[in-house]
């Protein structure tokens, strides 16, 4: 029987590992039948979902494992990366459910990916300056400081040299041909990256973001003062490495010729092709200039002429202007391709801070109104976003790889800015569109399943994860075996289709893969729970066997299982099919007796006007 988490993971204690925390106590995620039922209150319910989400990066880790490892299945492993290039870039985590640190809509499950990384840990870090609270409550910050750590601390491996980046370790053509466990992955493993001579604008300032970010949370400055706090994870030493990585970074995405890393480098076929980098540049500007005013309230010195957080910030809305990302001529989604929707959000966060050293042109009201176009947008329904018949925040194109991902991050930035709102009723229209999200992934759903593996008898079951499914045939992946091994506790997977259906295969990555990204704004949206929701997750009012009830039968039709695949377009439960068989038939035996009555109807008919015979 597993305990309350408060039993679990009591309080952290301040000890410190080069400067990390450590928990007093391991948490290890509870059974999924505990995600049913009272049993516990509803703090602790979404304490266990965010110790969950955590515990997913560590079985995500790569390289050799630490001692308080709590992935009992995973091993050492990728130990001789960047040794072609005489470096060391073990560490830092597997993208997907392969081994590469990069790929999607790929076997990518063992590829390393900066691009991607990046934007998880800006998102990770944004969210735990704001919800840093919840965190705490859920006794969840050492873990939280663990798992930024073991990507940060990668990351500025992959930065060896200010105007180098390695934006992937592992070769798609290679490891998309390998399935099996992390003791066996194809080596040496191919290594690429941006260059003085050949730069890559997006990936160099992503990662500036992403430690930026961090770096604003490890000096514990808070971007959201009148509300919250960060969690309380600071150290200005570490603050300060990642804040030098960051200003490098930044200034080598300003080197010419600019260009996307996925064009820089050609021949490669990317798992994450970025489709514009002067998004990412305004990011890290905005970010670096927080970072540098952070700095600066920490150890007290003052900044180089250039370099104060006002010029960055001025940087930042001059290119926001002249690279036309505002609201009213953009109507993009928020994900690991695209930061835009961020923007007016964090900038409206910094106009509200009353610093006078970070002061955005236009002053609050304009950034402001700049979020509430974009977001009123997406709560009407009148941009390329739109609601399916069941409510999820869907767009065409992108939803149709990772459903889910597009709305989470949706619900992330709307919680995120409700409060700042020009109105109440806006707030509450905020508020209440970014709950129906967040409600639907955990359960509120057609099919009755949290799209969490492992929080609920219903959760997914086969996630596209070749560590965790024990398998090695990568022909057959479904059925080798049929039932994963292990339980991979907290990974969100790729989500629902159009019509809201999911059917729990492993070989259809659209639906189950998971991935870093997508964990990253459940992350933020659990923290805000634990801190904010009164009421249990939906999920635990799903008992066993609610999915199976109404499991579609067939295949989906997607970029893995075109329509007419293993019995065809699905989407219809056996009760269905039964239900349209019975319908079809008695319309037919209708039809059928009206044919008739007709035919004996003409018949006398003719009978009756028929001449007599004489």
Not at 208 to 213: D, G, K, P
Not at 373 to 378: A, F, P, W
Not at 381 to 405: F, P, Q, R, V
Not at 517 to 523: E, G, I, K, R, S
């Amino acid at each position: 029987m597993k305990l309350p988490i408060e039993h679990l993971t009591l309080l952290t204690l301040p000890l410190l590992v080069h400067g990390q925390l450590s928990p007093q106590a391991a948490y290890q995620p509870p059974e999924p039948s505990s995600g049913y039922g009272d049993s516990l209150s509803s703090e602790n319910q979404w304490g266990n979902l965010l110790g969950n989400l955590l515990w997913f990066y560590e079985a995500q880790r790569s390289g050799k494992l630490p001692a308080d490892n709590r992935v009992s299945w995973r091993n050492d492993s990728a130990l001789d990366d960047g040794k072609l290039d005489g470096l060391d870039l073990t560490g830092g985590y597997y993208d997907a459910g392969e081994y590469t640190l990069l790929l999607r809509s790929q076997n990518k499950d063992y590829i390393k990916a900066t691009y991607p990384l990046a934007f998880s840990l800006f998102s990770i870090c944004w969210g735990a300056n704001v919800y840093g609270q919840g965190y705490e409550r859920a006794n969840q910050t050492a873990y939280l400081d663990g798992m930024l750590r073991w990507g940060l601390d990668w990351l500025m491996k992959a930065h060896p040299e200010e105007n180098t980046l390695y934006v992937q370790v592992g070769d798609t053509d290679i490891d998309n041909n390998y399935w099996g466990g992390d003791q066996d992955i194809p080596s040496p493993r191919k290594l690429f990256k941006v260059t003085a001579q050949n730069p890559g604008a997006d990936a160099a300032a992503r990662a500036a973001s992403a430690f930026a970010s961090c770096s604003i949370l490890y000096n514990g400055f808070s971007l959201s003062p009148t509300t919250s706090s960060p969690a309380p994870v600071s150290n200005s030493t570490y603050a300060a490495q990642l804040l030098t990585h960051a200003t490098q970074l930044y200034s080598f995405s300003q080197q010419k010729p600019l260009q996307t890393y996925s064009s820089a480098i050609s021949g490669v076929d990317w798992a994450y092709p970025s489709s514009t980098y002067e998004d990412d540049q305004t990011l890290a500007a905005l970010l670096l200039a927080v970072a540098t005013e952070a700095a600066s309230n920490s150890t007290g010195s003052t900044s180089s002429p250039g370099t104060t957080p006002q010029s960055y910030l001025d940087s930042a809305t001059s290119l926001y202007s002249s690279a036309h990302l505002q609201a009213s001529k953009q109507d993009v989604i928020m994900n690991w391709d695209s930061v835009t929707p961020a923007l007016p959000v964090l900038l409206t966060q910094i106009s509200n801070l009353g610093n006078s050293n970070l002061q955005p042109s236009g002053g609050t009201s304009q950034w402001q109104s700049e979020s509430e176009t974009y977001l009123d947008r997406v709560v009407a329904g009148s941009g390329n976003g739109y609601l399916t018949k069941n409510g999820l925040l869907w767009y065409d194109g992108d939803s149709d790889s990772a459903s889910l991902n597009p709305a989470m991050n949706a619900a992330q930035l709307m919680f995120m800015y409700a409060p700042m709102a020009t109105s109440q009723s806006k707030t509450s229209k905020y508020q209440d569109f970014a709950q129906g999200q967040w409600d639907y992934a955990l359960g509120k759903n057609p099919m009755s399943v949290p799209y969490v593996v492992g929080a609920n008898p219903n959760s997914p079951s086969n996630p596209h994860d070749a560590k965790s499914s024990g398998g090695s045939d990568i022909g057959n992946i479904d059925t080798d075996p049929a039932t994963s091994v292990h339980t991979l506790y907290g990974a969100v997977i790729g989500g629902p289709n159009k019509d809201d259906k999911f059917w729990n295969i492993r070989s259809d990555w659209p639906e189950t893969e998971v991935a870093l990204d997508y964990n990253a704004p459940f992350l933020s949206l659990a923290a805000y729970s634990v801190m904010s929701n009164t009421n249990p997750s939906y999920y635990t009012s799903l008992a066993a066997g609610s999915y199976d009830a109404v499991k579609p039968s067939g295949t989906p039709c997607d970029a893995v299982l075109p329509c007419g695949s293993k019995g065809g377009k699905g989407g219809l439960s056996k009760g269905a099919t039964i239900a349209i068989a019975v319908i079809v038939t008695v319309v037919g035996l209708l039809i059928l007796s009206l044919a008739l009555w007709w035919w004996f109807v003409a018949r006398a008919r003719r009978v009756a006007t028929r001449p007599a015979t004489t």
